[in-house]
């Protein structure tokens, strides 16, 4: 089984590529159907947003394991990167209802509620990088 | 939750292969008593379909393998529904909190009204005062000074809701800081005049009529900034008269004059006071006309003042289907004979 895969996001194949990547990782880290889906949605959204804002960028997908917590967990962990724009105003694309495109319940605080951790670090004009974590249950 | 999880997962398989046996409409009842329980358990609508499929698996072995593709398909269509649901889910939470937030400080505005009208032998004083939404822009206040001199204020912040509940705590505390002896109406506006040109932002605007009765010789002194003109009543002639002031709105024009009118009150004469919640109360075929109001009045013009001011309210209110447009504010003060 592969432990990380790197996917260039400039086209909405890349898009595609990524979401695939991710399904089979969720797949072989022995994610259920609704779990798969999540996940091929978060990096669906993420990528997306490289692709609409920072016209190119990066999706990583990474299985993960956490021996420091007193239960040891398993999990996915994507990466999402761009030297794009970055955003400015991280608290209100963190902001239910902000979203400049899509509807409701699309963007990053629809990515967070489908994940179990997420993290964002972004520099207006030089780019974003978003952590997000799904763990096995 | 996990455990309530799997519990619900089995009840849905219960009550789908029951009705999958009887086909009759008590099965399909379940499903929709069903469909609440999800809801309550937060379940999202991705989940209640991998339920139906893990049960189809299960009692269909032999399912078709596109079959059973359709459904990952139909998932994916689902997952825009549950993100959806969820986001549905936090601003629920937060309308709670803002909420909340927003009944402590509605009950906090409550205690800037007066509690009490002003009892004095020779004046019968009605007030109502009904916010459209929560909070109120609409602002009165009573003052009663050594010489029994009764001080009336109406203002109207225009705007309404919270911005205009803000804006009205300062003209609170800026009436609280004004000097102990008595001011003349038109003195008091210079006064309010410069506290709000000096504290509001340059688009808020602040009306007020402030009126000042002197029990000893029955008069009444009043001065205007831009309120909503009120009426005075006289018995003798049964008439109906505006009771305008002429002055510039609080918070223009720093130095602004006020001036000072005054009226000869006799026996049974009123003075009505009100914000333009009351005037502006739309109907289906407008808003009404201030003669409307007027015959509103008279109907009730017998009975005790705060009865009168209860009435009216209660008419208008059930004239906009007893949805206030606006902040609605109604003060009536009779010489009593």
Same mark, same amino acid.
């Given at each position: 089984?592969?432990?990380?895969?790197?996917?260039?996001?400039?086209?909405?194949?890349?898009?595609?590529?990524?979401?695939?990547?991710?399904?089979n990782?969720?797949?072989?880290?022995?994610?259920?159907?609704?779990d798969? +889906?999540?996940?091929?949605? +978060?990096?669906?959204?993420l990528?997306?947003?490289?692709?609409?804002?920072?016209?190119?960028?990066?999706?990583?997908?990474?299985?993960?394991?956490?021996?420091e917590?007193?239960?040891?967990?398993r999990g996915i962990?994507?990466? +999402?990167k761009?030297?794009g724009?970055g955003?400015?105003n991280?608290?209100?694309v963190?902001? @239910?209802?902000?979203t400049?495109?899509?509807?409701?319940?699309a963007?990053?605080?629809?990515?967070?509620r489908?994940?179990?951790?997420f993290?964002?670090?972004s520099?207006a004009?030089?780019g974003?990088e978003?952590?997000?974590?799904?763990? /096995?249950? | 939750?996990?455990?309530?999880?799997?519990?619900?997962q089995?009840?849905?398989?219960e009550i789908l292969?029951?009705?999958?046996e009887d086909k009759?409409?008590i099965?399909l009842y379940?499903?929709?008593?069903?469909?609440?329980?999800v !809801?309550?358990?937060?379940i999202?609508?991705e989940?209640?379909?991998?339920?139906?499929?893990?049960?189809i698996?299960?009692?269909f072995?032999?399912?078709?393998?596109?079959?059973?593709d359709s459904?990952d398909?139909?998932?994916?269509?689902?997952?825009?529904?549950?993100?959806?649901?969820?986001?549905?889910q936090?601003?629920?939470d937060?309308?709670?909190?803002?909420? +909340?937030?927003?009944?402590?400080a509605?009950?906090m505005?409550?205690?800037?009204?007066?509690?009490?009208?002003?009892? %004095?032998?020779?004046?019968?004083i009605?007030?109502?005062s009904?916010?459209?939404?929560?909070?109120s822009?609409?602002?009165y206040?009573?003052i009663? =000074?050594?010489?029994?001199?009764i001080? %009336?204020?109406?203002?109207?912040?225009?705007?309404?809701?919270?911005?205009a509940?803000?804006?009205?705590?300062m003209?609170?505390?800026?009436?609280?800081?004004?000097?102990?002896q008595?001011?003349?109406?038109?003195?008091? /506006?210079?006064?309010l005049?410069?506290?709000?040109?000096?504290?509001?932002?340059?688009?808020?605007?602040i009306?007020?009529?402030?009126?000042?009765y =002197?029990?000893?010789?029955?008069?009444?002194?009043?001065s205007?900034?831009?309120h909503?003109p009120?009426?005075y009543y006289?018995?003798k002639?049964d008439?109906?008269?505006?009771?305008?002031?002429?002055?510039?709105v609080?918070?223009?024009?720093?130095?602004?004059?006020?001036?000072?009118?005054?009226k000869?009150?006799e026996?049974?004469?009123f003075?009505?006071? !009100?914000? @333009?919640g009351?005037?502006?109360?739309?109907?289906?075929e407008?808003?009404?006309e201030?003669?409307? !109001?007027?015959?509103?009045?008279?109907?009730?013009?017998?009975l005790?003042?705060?009865?009168?001011?209860e009435?009216?309210?209660?008419?208008?209110?059930?004239?906009q =289907?007893?949805?206030?447009?606006? @902040?609605?504010?109604?003060?009536?003060?009779r010489?009593?004979?």
């Open positions: 089984m592969s432990i990380q895969s790197n996917v260039e996001v400039h086209t909405e194949w890349g898009i595609v590529s990524a979401r695939q990547a991710g399904r990782l969720a797949k072989d880290a022995g994610f259920g159907n609704v798969q +889906a999540r996940i091929a949605t +978060a990096i669906s959204e990528a997306r947003n490289i692709y609409l804002y920072a016209e190119k960028g990066e999706i990583v997908i990474q299985y993960v394991e956490d021996t917590s007193p239960v040891s967990k962990k994507i990466i +999402a761009d030297k724009p955003i400015s991280i608290r209100d963190m902001e @239910d209802g902000f400049t495109s899509g509807g409701l319940g963007g990053l605080p629809g990515v967070k489908l994940m179990d951790e993290d964002i670090h520099t004009g030089e974003t978003i952590t997000a974590i799904k763990w /096995l249950r | 939750m996990t455990d309530s999880f799997s519990c619900i089995n009840q849905y398989k292969k029951q009705y999958l009759n409409e099965g379940q499903a929709q008593q069903f469909s609440k329980k !809801l309550e358990h937060q999202s609508p989940e209640t379909l991998s339920f139906h499929l893990d049960a698996e299960e009692f072995p032999d399912i078709p393998h596109s079959l059973r459904f398909f139909l998932l994916e269509v689902m997952m825009g529904y549950g993100m959806a649901y969820r986001a549905h936090s601003l629920r937060k309308q709670k909190e803002l909420e +909340a937030e927003i009944n402590v509605a009950s505005q409550q205690t800037f009204l007066p509690e009490e009208i002003p009892q %004095v032998d020779s004046l019968d009605g007030v109502i009904v916010p459209a939404s929560k909070m822009g609409d602002y206040h009573f009663r =000074d050594e010489n029994d001199c001080g %009336v204020a109406i203002a109207d912040i225009i705007g309404k809701g919270i911005p509940a803000l804006c009205m705590s003209i609170k505390y800026a009436m609280d800081s004004l000097p102990e008595r001011l003349q109406p038109g003195a008091l /506006l210079e006064n005049n410069r506290v709000v040109e000096q504290n509001v932002a340059s688009n808020m605007f009306t007020m009529m402030y009126g000042s =002197d029990p000893h010789v029955h008069h009444f002194y009043y205007g900034a831009g909503e009120g009426f006289s018995q002639e008439t109906f008269e505006e009771l305008y002031a002429k002055g510039l609080l918070g223009i024009k720093r130095h602004t004059k006020f001036r000072e009118y005054h000869q009150v026996p049974g004469d003075v009505v006071l !009100l914000s @333009d009351v005037t502006e109360c739309r109907t289906e407008g808003f009404i201030r003669e409307e !109001l007027i015959e509103l009045i008279r109907k009730y013009k017998e005790p003042a705060q009865e009168i001011v009435k009216v309210f209660y008419e208008l209110e059930r004239l =289907d007893f949805q206030l447009r606006d @902040d609605f504010s109604l003060i009536i003060l010489r009593k004979v």
